[in-house]
């Protein structure tokens, strides 16, 4: 079992920044990558930014590519998304998600990770 907190949401103005942190417990040796997604009000969740073990390959939703980057601290089992130059339209409940079986492919859909943290909401005004 592995149990994910995310924090870090919080209200900013458009050109602001944000940083997310999603903290990890439990079963952390068996995860293989993390990754944020979002959702925002009557739309779907959309993947955002994974990072994979060991070697911290990232990939990027194309919305926020440039802008948004995804990192890890081992030692302290977190996961960030540092979040730039942050729009209105990425207003949404951040959450966080692990995958604890290998895959040689990067996972983009919300379906192939177990595991999810309870959200954070990121709202950018206008």
């Known amino acids: 079992q592995v149990h994910l907190v995310e924090s870090g949401g919080g209200l900013v103005p458009t050109g602001g920044s944000l940083r997310l942190s999603c903290a990890a417990s439990?079963?952390?040796?068996?995860?293989?990558?993390q990754a944020w997604f979002r959702q925002a009000p009557g739309k779907e969740r959309e993947f955002v930014a994974t990072i994979k073990w060991p070697a911290d390959d990232t990939y990027y939703g194309d919305s926020v590519k440039g802008r948004f980057t995804i990192s890890k601290d081992d030692a302290q089992n977190t996961v960030y998304l540092q979040m730039n130059s942050l729009k209105p339209e990425d207003t949404a409940v951040y959450y966080c998600a692990a995958g604890t079986v290998y895959s040689s492919h990067y996972r983009l859909r919300e379906i192939e990770y177990k595991y999810w943290g309870q959200g954070t909401q990121v709202t950018v005004s206008s």
């Open positions: 439990g079963g952390t040796s068996n995860i293989y990558d």
